[in-house]
């Protein structure tokens, strides 16, 4: 079956900081992959996401390539800021029937302090 | 559009009771699911629902049982609650199967004693 491995937390960085959150994963085909955040006391919201090989999700300065020859997804972060403290998670979905199930890792707790 | 909500926010159940979870959206979305997160564990998947009158089991389904008889609704009911069910948990959904974003739930977190 599916399964996401991502780094364990948590991580503590100074605000400026380089981030990266390792994620690698096991999956049939050729998965969707996704990062995803929760900020203390939320639900869920999609950070970025990747749909096939080589493609690179970006969104508020953090990206994430999927390499397909590692079976990666690292969420990466030129420089943290204090409001990005939280849990990222990172996910995959698989391709056709089951596109809309999601399998998600363990989470990493990121504080960034300043 | 108020998106996906959840009631109540908190509760505390004693050993053997039994309580619903609400879950509602206002996004027209045909998928819906029920996850619970533990401590350190990530998510699993409880329940889901591919539209009005059919749902499915996760991962996690037993001590859980499921409805869906409106596509803006679909509660999570728990019978017989045991302290193994102390967890948050969260409601989503998704426009349809070619959709990528879930949208979440502000979620709902139970304790069992």
């Known amino acids: 079956g599916n399964s996401v491995t991502q780094m364990e937390g948590p991580v503590t960085l100074s605000e400026e900081a380089f981030l990266t959150i390792n994620c690698t994963y096991t999956?049939?085909?050729?998965?969707?992959l996704f990062w995803y955040v929760q900020y203390p006391g939320e639900g869920l919201q999609l950070l970025l996401k990747?749909?096939?090989?080589?493609d690179k999700g970006s969104n508020k300065g953090f990206e994430a390539t999927y390499r397909k020859e590692t079976t990666s997804f690292h969420l990466e972060k030129g420089s943290v800021q204090v409001s990005d403290s939280a849990v990222y998670f990172c996910?995959?979905?698989?391709?056709?029937?089951?596109?809309?199930?999601?399998?998600f890792g363990k989470g990493t707790l990121l504080t960034v302090n300043p | 559009n108020a998106g996906v909500t959840q009631t109540p926010k908190f509760r505390i159940l004693k050993i053997g009771q039994s309580m619903t979870l609400q879950c509602t959206q206002d996004?027209?979305?045909?998928?819906m699911y029920w996850y619970r997160q533990d401590p350190g564990m990530g998510l699993k998947l409880i329940y889901y629902?591919?539209?009005?009158?059919?749902?499915d089991k996760g991962e996690v389904p037993n001590g859980y049982n499921v409805s869906r008889s409106t596509t803006e609704d679909f509660p999570l009911r728990l019978e017989l609650a045991a302290p193994s069910q102390t967890s948050v948990y969260f409601c989503?959904?998704?426009?349809?199967?070619?959709?990528?974003?879930?949208?979440f739930g502000p979620g709902t977190r139970l304790t069992v004693t």
């Open positions: 996910a995959l979905s698989g391709r056709g029937g089951s596109n809309y199930k999601l399998t």
């Open positions: 999956a049939t085909g050729y998965p969707s």
């Open positions: 990747a749909t096939k090989a080589d």
């Open positions: 996004m027209n979305h045909n998928y």
């Open positions: 629902s591919v539209g009005a009158g059919i749902t």
């Open positions: 989503a959904s998704i426009l349809s199967a070619d959709s990528y974003e879930q949208y």
